[in-house]
């Protein structure tokens, strides 16, 4: 029998940190207790007479359940733990935007306390392309570095396009309330094709960019960014609420050479005794993906698919692939997110087809980390197993008539219409073979 405990935290399967960020002051570094950014005397911010080697930005969009529910609190403290392992030429940089009117600081290597570099005026949409920006700006303008990476945290269900429903939790990434209530969950939210082309336009191309968040790991979403990072680190599973653990994150993932580890690093706060506490037995499954592998798979599978089993308009039988994310009513019928090594094993039982577009995946995805099994819900029983030797820790989204028959049940509409609105349906050919 699940315990309580075990239940409320299955409840939290949206992973995003709504962060107040409590940072600890210098003074604050000798007590028990820690002060937020709002409640310490801002400190004097200078503009570094050169660039440092990597500045990380983490753009926390909380104005929602999560800020609502005070995730911040544990949070905060990870963050300050791991601030304390910057070195020279390191910099992060902190978006926050909750209840109150957003914030923008930042942390060096040897700073005592956080700097205010921005308080807006008023309230604005962490889910719109404009503030999104301006903390771009912001962070070229205050720690430029020779390279920078991302850390994108809130809501989010991957490539979905936004939805205004008021019925449901509109996902895609982030959500923002506006004046509703913390708990309402109702809200704008951002495409990723929002979020790459704002980046392209502030003329900047990161080493990473991290999603900690739920289903962003899928060939849709990493084609979608190919422009604007080099890696795309994610899940393509809906994650535990406790999220990463930002104190290794800091110390081991967000400024390592190989921001890869990231993966490792999520994989063994996860299964870490410890943390069990946290992440009780969640379990999950995380990659990095490098973008400048996806035109050769996508070339890959547009010349497979006229000879799979999905040519001609056919839903293909895909149950033997692993679902990261339960096809269900309760969950407002958002798709399968099939693995995409298993939904490629499945669509080409011809094994000469299928070896080059597995190949192809395999110089995709850099790095993966999975549990043995994962929880998928939608009961608290609802465990998915994972087949080590054949997943690729990224999904795939592959068109069905389910999608068409059961439009009518969720916000998103007809999902094969929305799929073809994406890059990546182009790209890899499904036109061609009538979907």
Not at 47 to 68: C, K
Not at 162 to 189: C, H, M, R
Not at 360 to 377: C, D, E, M, N
Request: hydrophobic share 45%.
């Amino acid at each position: 029998m699940v315990s309580l405990n075990h239940s409320l935290r299955m409840l939290r399967i949206v992973r995003l940190l709504p962060i107040y960020i409590l940072i600890l002051c210098a003074a604050a570094c000798h007590k028990e207790e820690a002060e937020t950014p709002d409640s310490a005397t801002p400190i004097p911010f200078a503009v570094p007479a050169a660039p440092g080697q990597r500045t990380v930005l983490v753009y926390m969009a909380a104005q929602n359940s999560l800020g609502h529910d005070d995730f911040h609190r544990d949070d905060s403290l990870e963050i300050v733990k791991g601030a304390e392992a910057l070195q020279e030429g390191q910099s992060l940089m902190l978006f926050i935007d909750d209840k109150a009117a957003p914030r923008l600081y930042a942390l060096r290597a040897g700073d005592e306390q956080p700097a205010l570099v921005k308080r807006w005026a008023e309230d604005a949409n962490s889910t719109a392309a404009a503030t999104l920006a301006a903390a771009l700006e912001l962070m070229k303008t205050y720690c430029p570095a020779e390279e920078y990476g991302l850390a994108m945290w809130s809501h989010a269900d991957g490539w979905l396009p936004p939805t205004e429903s008021a019925e449901v939790t509109p996902l895609s990434f982030g959500i923002d309330t506006g004046k509703n209530s913390l708990s309402t969950d109702k809200g704008t939210q951002m495409a990723v094709e929002t979020i790459a082309q704002t980046i392209k336009v502030a003329g900047l191309r990161f080493r990473y960019i991290f999603f900690d968040a739920c289903l962003m790991q899928s060939l849709e979403v990493a084609y979608a960014l190919r422009e604007v990072t080099d890696l795309v680190i994610a899940s393509p599973m809906a994650i535990p609420g406790a999220g990463a653990y930002y104190t290794h994150q800091m110390r081991d993932g967000l400024f390592s050479a190989a921001p890869e580890d990231i993966v490792d690093i999520y994989l063994a706060d996860v299964t870490d005794p410890e943390r069990a506490y946290d992440y009780d037995d969640y379990g999950i499954v995380i990659s990095a993906v490098r973008t400048a592998a996806l035109e050769p798979l996508a070339t890959a599978i547009r010349t497979a698919l006229p000879s799979s089993l999905a040519a001609g308009r056919k839903s293909a039988d895909l149950s033997a692939a692993t679902n990261y994310h339960a096809y269900a009513r309760k969950y407002y019928y958002r798709p399968h997110y099939y693995d995409a090594a298993e939904a490629l094993t499945a669509l080409l039982p011809d094994e000469a087809l299928r070896t080059p577009v597995l190949a192809a995946l395999s110089q995709a995805v850099v790095r993966k980390a999975a549990t043995p099994r994962y929880w998928i819900g939608p009961s608290d029983s609802a465990y998915q197993e994972v087949d080590l030797a054949t997943y690729s820790g990224v999904s795939l989204f592959v068109p069905q008539d389910i999608y068409t028959r059961n439009a009518k049940f969720t916000p998103y509409g007809d999902l094969n219409l929305a799929f073809q609105k994406t890059e990546w349906y182009s790209a890899a050919g499904w036109a061609q073979i009538g979907w």
